[in-house]
């Protein structure tokens, strides 16, 4: 049921405008960690010539049949778990993450596994949501994230994610945090990009 429910609530105007950010800037072989049902597929740019896609369910890969085969871009599907990702080091030009980084279970891990596959210059894009800088907002999330990690397969609502990702040894370069629709527990996000640097 869940990944029916979340091609649904996740396939809005408002959820693919920021897709639209999100993919910009994409192109040659990009890792997508959290495929699902390929929402993002229609907003890869032309330069996105294949795409190596990370995504842990049968149904959310069977949902997004269509759009892979309607698309020009080549897929393979790389894996099913981002903590353990069966590719070289920097065999990637980009990666990217969109309403995924909440819920795999060691973060941390699975950000130094993209981290280590990204070619050096390379950058993870994002669209996320997560920890709000608003107190009282912050509490409710803390609050409410082991009924919501239950609910919606381990989606938590209080991970600071650029603070994450910066601490992965990829540097934020470009961050838009607001909130967008919806009970603002479950809507402050995270937009932006972060890149490995050619030293690392």
């Not at 919501?148 to 934020?172: E, M, T, Y």
Request: net charge positive; aromatic share 6%; glycine share 10%.
């Amino acid at each position: 049921m869940l990944p029916r429910a979340v091609d649904r609530v996740l396939d809005t105007p408002e959820v693919n405008q920021r897709r639209v950010r999100a993919c910009r800037g994409l192109a040659g072989t990009v890792l997508e960690v959290g495929f699902g049902s390929g929402l993002n597929v229609a907003f890869y740019p032309a330069e996105v010539r294949r795409v190596l896609a990370v995504e842990p369910s049968e149904v959310a890969w069977r949902l997004a049949e269509h759009r892979r085969t309607t698309s020009t871009v080549s897929f393979t599907r790389a894996g099913l778990d981002g903590e353990r990702l069966g590719l070289p080091d920097a065999s990637v030009d980009a990666a990217l993450s969109t309403y995924t980084l909440c819920s795999i279970p060691d973060l941390p891990t699975a950000l130094a596994e993209i981290r280590r596959v990204l070619r050096p210059g390379g950058a993870l894009h994002f669209l996320e949501h997560g920890r709000s800088p608003d107190r009282s907002v912050a509490s409710w999330q803390r609050r409410l994230t082991p009924l919501q990690s239950l609910l919606a397969g381990g989606c938590h609502l209080d991970r600071a994610i650029d603070a994450l990702i910066g601490a992965a040894g990829l540097k934020v370069v470009d961050l838009t945090c607001e909130y967008g629709n919806g009970p603002r527990p479950a809507s402050y996000l995270y937009l932006g990009r972060a890149s490995k640097q050619a030293d690392g």
